[in-house]
Structures are given as C-alpha cells and as structure tokens.
C-alpha cells in the first residue's frame, strides 16, 4: 500500500517549507518591550519589581499550553445560546456559554488580572511604595493573557470599573442596607475564587442613543414602600427600591451576575446598581432580576462572548449617586473600560507580533528563511516600531492610573521611585490621565486593527486560517475590530480630547502636558536635538490650534489631534527609555518612530544609513543578538 503520507508532513530534519514547526516562546521573556516598561516605572532592585516578575514568567508559560488552547478552541466552536421554554412550553429565558469560556473565565480570575488592580499591601509592609505599581502589575499580566483568553477580559474589564465605583458608593452611603449591598458585591468582583467570584456587566447603549446616551429611553421610577414587596436578590439582600423598564441594545458579558445601568428619572439620566438574579417571593427558586434576553448578538469577533439584546420588566436595583448624575458616575468605569481596551488591543497586536516572529524564523520561501528577507524584515520593523511607541502611550496611561487611585503611595514614595514614576505631581498625574486615557484608547486601537493586519499577511495563507488557536492571528485580528469600536469609536474619542482642551481645564491640561514634556525633554542629549524640535514645533501647533481654532473646527481635525499628542507621547518616552541605559535598538526604534509614524512636517533631514544597515538593524530589532546578517554591518 502506498503511503498516504504527505512530502509536506513535518518529519526529522528539514522539510520544503519549514526547518521545523514555530514555537511561540514565553511573551514575558521574549518580548522585551514588556520587561522594559516594567523597568521604567519600577526600580529593578526592588521587591515589587521581583514580585512582579515572579507573578507574571509562570503565567505566560501557562497560557501557551496546549490546555489553555483548547479552551479557547472551546469557546469559539461553542458560542452562546438562549433558551426561551422548557420543555413544556413555559417561558423561561436561560443563558448557555461554553465549557472553554467559563473555565478561561476561572483562569482570569483566580490570576488575579481584576483582583491585582485592588490588592495593595498594608502601609506597615510598604515603607517606601512604588507610585502605580499594582496597575502596572495587573495590566502587564493582562497584556500578555489578551492572546489566550477568547476575550473574557471584556467582562474583567467592566468588573474592574464596576468595583471602583461600588467601592466609592459603599465607603459614602448613608443607608446601612446600601452599604451592605455595595460592600458585599464588590468583595466578590475583587475576589480571586472563581466559585465566589462575579463579573458586572455596563449597560448603557441603546437603540436609539449609540454612544449618545442622552437618548437613553429605560425609565427608573422609585417604589413606594408599600410596592417593594419582601423579594431578595441571590445573595439574600432585599432588592433595590427602584423599578427599571426599558431595552439595552448592546450587553455584553450577560452572563454576569450584576450590572451597573443607565436609565431616566424625573430628574434626568442616572446610574444604578443591579443584580442580575433574584430569588423568587412564591417559590424560592433563584431567576433572572427582571431581565429577558431577547438575542444574542452575530458578530464579526469576539463570538465567545454572550453578548445580547435586553428587554427590562420589573428589574430592580440601588441607585448610584444623584439623580441625574448618571452620565459622571458611569464614567469612573468608562474611564476604567478605557484602559482595558488600550491594553486588549496591545496584547492581541504583541501576541501577532509574536507568532510573525516565530513563524519567519522557520518558513522557508525561495531557498531562504523569512528572516533574511529583507523586504519582510522591513515591513515586520516598521509593525514592530508602531507597537513599541504605542506600548509606551498605553503603559504610561496605566501608570498614571495607578497614580491617581492611589495618591498616597506617591506621597510616601522615595525619591527614587517618584523619578520613576515620570511626572511631577499627583495633580500633574491626573490632568495627563483625563487627556491621554482616550489619547491610547483611540490611537492604539486603530493602530493595532492595521498592525494584526499585517501580522496575519506576514504568514502569507496560514495567517488566514483558524486550525489551530496558538497561531490563529485571523481570530486576534477579528477579535481587536470591535476595540475601535467600543468604549467610543476613533471619532467619539477624538471629541472626547477636544473637551478635554478647550474646556474648563483646557489651560491647566495644556500646562501639564508642556511642563511633563519640558521635564523629560531637558534630559536629553545632542543626538535627540532635532526630535526636540520637531516635539516642540507640534506642542507649538497644538496650542495654536486651541488658541485660534473653535469646536467644530477642532472636531473636523480630531483624528489629526489623536495622533499628533500619541506621536508626541511615544516619541518622548521611547527616547527616554533608551538614554537611561543607552539601549541601541531602543535608540533605532525612537529613530525610526519619529520619522515612519510622523507627518511629513517631521521629515526634517536626519541622518539616513544605508539600506544595508538599516536591513541589518531590522533583524536585530525584530531577532536581537542571536542572529546576524551576513551582508551588512552594524
């Protein structure tokens, strides 16, 4: 019998495609973008810098395992359904999601990648506190879980909003109930057992709002006492004294197990907390708290997760702050959201990155591997040049989140580790967090839509297919669209930072940023001089931009804007990570940033090497020391 064997089955030795299969190594060692930010915000010779790193190194090894891959082959073969009757024909709706999500579900939540940005060791043990450091810890190891999870980093990223806001409420209400409520549900966002553990859901568009949510139609109305009846949500607590009525058009993660919703009172749009279940009064079993799922939503990504069209009957739930108040309370979670979805999209772009790199290391194409390819090398630098200046502008947002949650750790900080902490002051820290959250938000997600795209055409016709999970950049790609879209598309963010600076903190943003950039810029040595023109030249048009121009003008640039303060940003960081230790790749990197990312307007003449020596230097950017061209010196 003949074999049925095929000549392109990998065997012993070389076949015609490949020296052997690619390997995706551990990201947190082989990515050095992610030990170097770490290094920039927190002093290597610390405790918590160790902490981290001994947190993170096992975790990213786990990921890569064949089990976790099955997981997610899991959850995107299996997406949600709905059941609207029993057997018998009586309504009854109920959620079913995956075995691979839920316990991917289990896998993030006893990481800690929610628990982490909440954990903080008592002052007594930290003396001298490292400024943002458990947020830099929670989303170093968020970065590198984006590539693995089939996104349940969608309803971490609401649970983490969600349990700064009940956090907040809880330490302020007034009603003793309330604070129960509030207290006992944010201990189970925050906690690390998956059994005990709940994820929230944010409900705020609807069909006729978008990202408008002045057009929200879901109406609260409070009940007389008399009408709340003796209901209690699962947890045993008495239900909130508010009915809520109305439709959700987007909810994502509606397997959770409470929300924070938007909905109109007499005193306009107001935020509330909800469980998602309740006992019921006649027969004790637990049910949904007023909620009917009407569909799940088909979507181009992210299928393994429930996401779902909403009708509210009767759902009762607390309301969060002031009437009316509604829009500022749901922004301490959109501000949150906001951060995750900056990160998301970096991890799934760094995870693309990744399997490029492992794949040119083995594919052969005309007689000669992927990486001695010099128009391949250039194409996958210039990916990798876009990733690292906006990994520094999403980073630096997460550092300065840290900062503002935790003002004290700055105070207390040593002298040291406020320099590493990269800005002046608290205040300084949150007006650059209020501007820069929607900055990477916006610029980093679009850029990482392009940046996948070039990952899965770097692999030619595998990149397109989805056979296995650890090399499925198709499923990255599809997965990152919705990141530009959710939280506020590019054009929504962008109006977002033009009311950031022509507001009423307009001035006292713009001071901060200038004084921020002057502090890192005086730093800089002789070869950095014309970068420090070209940062200046744009700070100057910004400003005379605020000065001359008005809204609506400002909104028709706001694209422009976005990528402008990014620009800025990532040019002033990668030149300081490289002069701290005189990092050569670092230093082409920031190089190659300031003239492949910028405008033509900063095109002013540098110094330009050869093709061969720019060729050279690609690999070594994208390969490191390990390899070596032939053909060219560096």
Known sequence: MASSKSSLT????????????????????????????????????????????????????????????????DAERNPPSISTHTTFGTPRTTLRTSWGWKALSATGIEAGIVALGHEARPAAEDSSPVPGAARLHQFLKYHVWTGSCAVVTCPSAMTDGAAKLLRAHAGRATDPTLRDVLGAAHARLIARDAARAWTSGQWMTERAGGSDVRATETAAVLLRAGERGAARDELGFPLGPWRIDGFKWFSSATDCAMTVLLARTARGISAFFAPMRRRNEATGEVEFNGVQIQRLKPKLGTRAVPTAELVLSGMRGWLLGEEGEGVKEIATILNITRVHTTISTLG????????????????????????????????????????????HLGFFA?????????????????????????????????????????????????????????CMESLGGVGYLEDEQEFNVARLYRDNNVNSIWEGTTDVIAGDVVRVMKGKQGEETRKHLNAWVDSRIKGWSKEWSYAEELVRA????????????????????????????????????????????????????????????????????????????????????????????????L
């Open 348 to 391: 799934m772009w760094g995870r693309g990155l990744a399997i490029s790199r492992a794949y040119a290391r083995v594919r052969k194409s005309e007689g000669r591997l992927l990486m001695d390819n010099e128009a391949h090398l250039r194409t996958t630098t210039k990916n990798q040049v876009n990733y690292a200046g906006h990994m």
């Open 10 to 73: 990998p065997s012993s030795g070389t076949t015609g495609f490949f020296q052997q299969p690619p390997k995706l190594p551990n990201q947190f060692d082989e990515d050095p973008l992610l030990r170097r930010i770490l290094s920039l915000y927190v002093p290597a010779s610390s405790p918590t810098y160790k902490t981290i790193q001994y947190d993170i190194t096992p975790f990213a090894t786990q990921i890569l395992s064949q089990a976790t891959f099955a997981l997610v082959d």
């Open 398 to 454: 997460v550092a300065l989140l840290g900062i503002s949650e935790r003002p004290e750790s700055f105070e207390r900080a040593s002298a040291e580790s406020k320099q590493y902490s990269m800005v002046s002051s608290v205040a300084q820290a949150n007006s650059l967090l209020r501007l820069l959250t929607p900055v990477a938000k916006g610029q980093c997600s679009k850029q990482g839509i392009y940046g996948l795209q070039e």
């Open 538 to 633: 744009e700070l100057g048009k910004l400003e005379e931009w605020w000065v001359t121009k008005d809204k609506k003008e400002l909104n028709f640039l706001g694209r422009d804007i976005l990528q402008l303060l990014a620009w800025v940003v990532g040019t002033v960081l990668l030149i300081e990570d490289s002069t701290r230790d005189g990092n050569e790749v670092i230093g082409q990197i920031a190089h190659r940033w300031i003239s492949i990312i910028g405008s033509d307007a900063r095109a002013l003449e540098h110094e330009q090497p050869s093709w061969e020596e720019t060729s050279a230097w690609n690999r070594k950017i994208l390969f490191g020391d390990a390899v070596s061209l032939t053909t060219a010196k």
